[in-house]
């Protein structure tokens, strides 16, 4: 009988060095605060790890989509698969942003501020009323369509990539046997990516230190107390969704959420530690690739997920949005908020996957209501880096959870992957990049034996 496999100390393992960074960071903003202290000095290793992250992102992207679809062959198989993303997409975010509206009105956390709006400075709102200005349906759609090619790519702007990507792989797919060799080029070329993905986590653990220190010292643990009752509503409204809704759904699709969100532990630390879900992008799509999803269908939903499908930034802006109504005794009818309900299904289409765009997009939201001041989101200035957490992971979650349901619904998931990679049998290819990603079928067979 085979010798079992020598399990790797704890302390190498990357959830543990995150979890280390984060507890440092956390301790380090407490006992040195202030926007000048130690602990605010940190935050160069937080943007330091974030800017490595997007920097890979764009092309990774590129290549994943690119080679999934030239190898997919079926162009109609690509439009399934982004309608069937999107009929997901929208039907969560209905969900997602109903919750939160329940649960806003049920708790009333903003009921007694009674906050006056003329005392605020406005000064510190203008830049996202004035971004949220230019955040319409029409602009959306347009921005997704780039300038030009080497402009999305320098950007880093995910929709735009995933644009040109598509088309591009559907031009392989269409020149056949022509194009075989510019495919197995980008293949190959999308390994080289992967392995620099693998040198950036060793960063992990001190871009989360950076990030955690930095939000802990800059603002205080004191400035949370005011709206600590938001907070735990948004939390509390966050993980009711996870354990509620994509729980019944992960039934549905025949898996287990709880072993799910043990297989992304790593994922859901470094956004925790990080407050942007952009940071485990590349990973995720590294193991749902092990978790049995068709990689064509990986790289069309998980990309979309990001910009189409941020369940926990819908639940923060409706109950921010009802949360300010109720701070500045401002009425809201039925009416007013089924029609908040109608905006908010466009404009949370409009928020980027990255710490800020939430509160963009309420600002937007806000601005087409006309009834909720807009000067009134200055008292969500001091906590909602706080909230970023709850909204990022749940997104996180969410998308990886569209993922291997969009697979199973095309028909493009290996149940036995999906099974044995939940297990926790190959706990040490969690543990290291490098083996998830040798762990990743090759030669085009996409998961499937």
């Known amino acids: 009988m085979a010798d079992a496999p020598v399990k790797k100390p704890i302390y190498k393992s990357l ?135 080497v402009d999305a790519f320098a950007k880093g702007e995910i929709l735009q990539v995933l644009f040109f990507s598509i088309f591009f792989g559907l031009a392989l797919s269409a020149l056949g046997e022509r194009a075989k060799n510019v495919t197995k080029f980008i293949d190959e070329f999308s390994k080289g990516l992967f392995k620099v993905v693998h040198y950036i986590m060793y960063f992990a653990p001190m871009g989360a230190f950076g990030a955690m220190a930095y939000v802990v010292g800059a603002h205080g643990v004191a400035s949370l107390q005011q709206l600590m009752y938001l907070m735990a509503g948004v939390y509390t409204t966050c993980i009711l969704f996870i354990f509620g809704v994509l729980w019944a759904v992960c039934r549905l699709a025949g898996f287990s959420l709880w072993r799910y969100l043990c297989f992304i532990k790593e994922e859901i630390l470094l956004v925790l530690g990080t407050s942007s879900s952009e940071s485990a992008l590349p990973r995720m799509m590294s193991k749902m690739e092990v978790a049995g999803c068709n990689k064509s269908v990986v790289g069309l939903t998980l990309p979309m997920g990001y910009s189409f499908n941020l369940d ?27 029609y908040m309900l109608g905006i908010l299904l466009l404009t949370s289409k409009g928020a980027a996957a990255v710490t800020g765009g939430g509160f963009i997009t309420l600002a937007a939201t806000l601005g087409s209501l006309h009834t909720i001041p807009i000067a009134s989101i200055a008292v969500l200035l001091g906590v909602d880096r706080f909230m970023s957490e709850a909204r990022a992971i749940t997104n996180l979650i969410g998308n990886g959870v569209a993922t291997i349901v969009v697979s199973k619904w095309e028909g493009a998931l290996d149940m036995n992957a999906l099974q044995k990679a939940l297990s926790g049998k190959d706990e040490e290819a969690e543990d290291s990049p490098e083996e998830i990603l040798a762990a990743i079928p090759v030669n085009g067979q996409d998961g499937k034996p």
């Open 15 to 149: 959830y543990f060095q995150v979890i280390m960074g984060i507890c440092i960071g956390v301790a380090l903003g407490v006992f040195f605060p202030g926007k000048e202290g130690l602990a605010a000095q940190m935050k160069p290793f937080g943007d330091a790890f974030i800017k490595m992250i997007k920097m890979i992102i764009a092309p990774i992207i590129f290549c994943t989509v690119v080679v999934g679809i030239a190898k997919m062959g079926d162009m109609g198989k690509v439009g399934r698969v982004g309608i069937k993303a999107m009929l997901y997409f929208w039907t969560m975010t209905l969900l997602a942003l109903i919750i939160g509206l329940v649960v806003v009105n049920t708790y009333q956390p903003g009921v007694g501020m009674n906050l006056d709006v003329s005392t605020m400075d406005m000064s510190a709102v203008e830049k996202y009323a004035g971004s949220a200005k230019k955040l319409s349906t029409v602009d959306f759609i347009l921005n997704i369509i780039p300038a030009n090619v």
């Open 312 to 338: 926990g930034t819908c639940i923060y802006l409706t109950m921010a949005a009802v949360f300010l109504a109720q701070a500045t005794n401002t009425p809201l009818s039925l009416n007013d908020e089924l």
